[in-house]
């Protein structure tokens, strides 16, 4: 048996090394560690991922996948379901760093079963939301910052953060993560967090206005 964290990275910001150091320090033991470079996860299925792929090659029944939440596996519901769904069939434990989630399909007791299938499709659904928050945050912010757009204006103060800390506390404010637990996993300072958490859109508009912003939704 075998435990694997499988990461995904889509930006700059984001990097391998954090999602592994995350995942051990909430106590997993790493075998390997598979990760995809600059993928989508909402264009691109875990299936079609150059590595992503891997893992319905390598995993067999009692290995472990570890991942830092399930929109590392999609941020489609149909896709994060149908992924969870395959590998509990083959025998493989999911399991998440963030909120400690656990999902097997050994049981066989039919309301286990049917707590654990309504909690799986409620992050898959919370995956692709999440995408679609950030989504729209984004393009509220490009619009804000068109509607500011003059070449002598003041850009203000360059941001404390960067795209990839303001989508973590997007991701855990919607986890409805405390602020201490916020600022543990970004590095950001409270007032910081609290800013952004007041007026996301004007976040995402001062990255733009200092051309600190992605292109789109992770």
């Known amino acids: 048996m075998q435990t694997v ?3 995904r990275v889509s930006t700059l910001d984001q ?3 954090h999602q592994q150091k995350q995942a051990e320090a909430a106590g997993f033991k790493l075998d390997r560690v598979i990760a995809d470079h600059g993928v989508s996860g909402v ?6 991922r150059p590595e992503g ?4 090659d390598i995993l067999r029944a009692g290995d472990v996948l570890v991942v ?3 929109d590392r596996l999609g941020r489609n519901y149909e896709d994060v379901r149908q992924a969870i769904q395959e590998f509990m069939k083959r025998g493989v434990i999911v399991r998440t760093i963030i909120n400690s989630m ?9 309301m286990q079963m049917a707590v654990r299938d309504a909690l799986i499709g409620f992050m898959a659904a919370a995956a692709q939301s999440q995408a679609e ?7 509220a912010g490009i619009a804000h910052a068109k509607g500011l757009e003059d070449s002598k204006r003041y850009k203000g103060r360059k941001p404390s953060f960067t795209a990839g800390q303001l989508e973590t506390v997007r991701n855990l404010t919607e986890q409805k993560a405390g602020v201490s637990a916020i600022a543990k996993a970004t590095g950001l300072s409270r007032q910081a967090i609290y800013r952004i958490m007041e007026d996301p ?18």
């Open 43 to 48: 264009k691109t299925r875990l299936e079609e």
């Open 68 to 70: 830092r939440w399930v």
């Open 102 to 110: 656990t999902f097997d399909g050994s049981t066989k007791d039919p």
């Open 15 to 17: 990097t391998i090394e």
């Open 53 to 56: 792929k891997r893992l319905y």
């Open 133 to 139: 928050v950030t989504k729209a945050a984004q393009a």
């Open 5 to 7: 964290l499988y990461a």
């Open 201 to 218: 859109a004007a976040a995402e508009a001062s990255l733009i206005e200092w051309g600190m912003s992605r292109k789109e939704a992770a």
